[in-house]
């Protein structure tokens, strides 16, 4: 993976990183990613500090560390690799972004995992709003009437629209426990939470969505 610097300018969007908004040195470099190269062995908290301080090269490594499992985690959300990479890129370039608000270098990986968590979600909700009848996951058989297709998009909007109402934390767990087949041990390393906490949160999500959709039983 390469980090080109060219002139005065800024650092060019290479391998998943986005340019960055700090001025690159005047003089031209290439920093190359290579497997003696000293940062691939350094902590998150020591890329992360780096990488808030403009450092490329760092966030290169942090995105090559932590990318693979960010794209696995947003493809099982998801149900689609093509999705995930966008999501996965979308989540890299709001993080640059936003590496002031790293309170805690160190959990840079959890930090990363809720950012794409959000994106994923947000993907969800867009196609959600934009899928026609003749794409729907939960589609009726072809002998089925139309009035039957109709009640299944009925059916699928208003589940949507009972976990819109949920908190955020409650959302994500419950998406990740029933779409993604995700464990409470790994929802819980994801979104950077105890495993009780995640039990409990996932319970009162399926009490709340039972309810809601009492009327579609």
């Known amino acids: 993976m390469v980090v080109k610097r060219h002139g005065a300018g800024r650092p060019v969007l290479v391998a998943g990183v986005p340019a960055a908004s700090r001025p690159a040195p005047v003089r031209s470099q290439e920093v190359v990613i290579t497997t003696d190269d000293p940062l691939l062995d350094a902590a998150d908290a020591t890329l992360a500090v780096r ?102 998009r009925l059916q699928l909007d208003a589940m949507w629209s009972a976990l819109d109402q949920l908190p955020l934390d409650q959302r994500r767990c419950w998406l990740l426990r029933e779409t993604a087949d995700y464990s409470y041990a790994d929802i819980a390393e994801a979104l950077d939470l105890p495993v009780s906490t995640v039990r409990g949160k996932i319970a009162r999500a399926r009490v709340f969505l039972m309810t809601e959709m009492e009327a579609w039983r």
């Open 51 to 152: 990488a808030r301080d403009g450092d490329v090269h760092a966030y290169e490594v942090i995105a090559r560390r932590h990318g693979p499992l960010m794209r696995v985690y947003a493809a099982r959300l998801l149900g689609s690799d093509l999705e995930s990479d966008d999501v996965v890129q979308d989540a890299f370039m709001t993080a640059w972004r936003r590496l002031a608000d790293l309170d805690d270098p160190s959990r840079v990986r959890n930090w990363l995992m809720r950012i794409v968590s959000n994106k994923a979600v947000d993907r969800l909700r867009v196609r959600r709003d934009h899928d026609d009848v003749d794409r729907l996951e939960v589609s009726a058989p072809r002998h089925e009437t139309p009035e039957r297709v109709v009640e299944a």
